[in-house]
């Protein structure tokens, strides 16, 4: 079952513009984390936030994690075309070792 | 760089065939996930393994889908008999999970099998 659910599912945006995703996940969690998924590729990891982490950068990545919430989000700033691809997060379950992904959502970035 | 190696790429085949596909996971990670990808329903958890040992299928329908880990090199998804609604692409990844070392509960991910069943 899908612990995490992206929003939005679809996401355009103008080279240069800052990208902005949600994840809203669904029971206590060990860490979150998001990944890329180029068209026909496997996914690649981009970044890991621990349940106590509140923020979190990575260059051009900003994640943010509200565990009162349940939720998270991802920051793209000053996008790329390159930047085209599925986005994905992923949750542990407390006291799981399963990675479980939620549906993605897919950025284009138009040059 | 350390990658995850999936066989084959492609595969189409016809309904009620054996279909195998295989992983060989990075060197030095002790866990091996299978998941399976379709428009539908996302990325699902089929199964893992720890240290060769399976330990959660419950994801895998149980009466025609089997994986294994004959050696730390190698582990292998098996549909028998096939049918149209297995087609998807099946993803493995493996990482070093449990424990407190950098990259810890990372996955790295192979290309996938894209598996078309007429």
């Known amino acids: 079952s899908q612990q995490g659910e992206e929003d939005p599912q679809a996401l355009s945006i103008q080279e240069g513009e800052n990208a902005t995703m949600n994840c809203s996940y669904k029971t206590s969690i060990n860490n979150l984390q998001w990944y890329r998924q180029n068209s026909g590729r496997g996914l690649v990891h981009l970044i890991l936030i621990r349940s106590n982490e509140r923020e979190k950068h990575s260059g051009r990545l900003r994640v943010t994690l509200d565990t009162s919430k349940k939720s998270s989000s991802l920051l793209i700033t000053a996008s790329r075309a390159a930047d085209t691809a599925s986005y994905f997060c992923?949750?542990?379950?407390?006291?799981?070792?399963?990675?479980?992904f939620g549906k993605g959502t897919k950025l284009t970035v138009n040059p | 760089d350390a990658r995850v190696t999936q066989t084959p790429r492609h595969k189409v085949t016809e309904m009620g065939q054996e279909v195998t596909m295989r992983c060989q996971p990075i060197l030095g990670h002790n866990t091996v996930f299978w998941y399976r990808q379709t428009m539908m329903q996302g990325l699902e958890l089929l199964a893992y393994f720890r240290n060769r040992a399976p330990l959660d299928d419950s994801g895998m329908p149980k009466d025609r889908f089997s994986a294994e880990m004959p050696d730390a090199t190698l582990a292998t998804l098996k549909i028998q008999p096939s049918e149209p609604r297995d087609s998807a692409v099946y993803f493995c990844?493996?990482?070093?999970?449990?424990?407190?070392?950098?990259?810890?509960?990372?996955?790295?991910f192979g290309a996938g099998s894209r598996l078309t069943v007429l």
């Open positions: 990844a493996s990482g070093l999970v449990g424990t407190r070392s950098s990259g810890a509960n990372v996955l790295t």
């Open positions: 992923a949750t542990v379950q407390g006291g799981s070792e399963k990675l479980v």
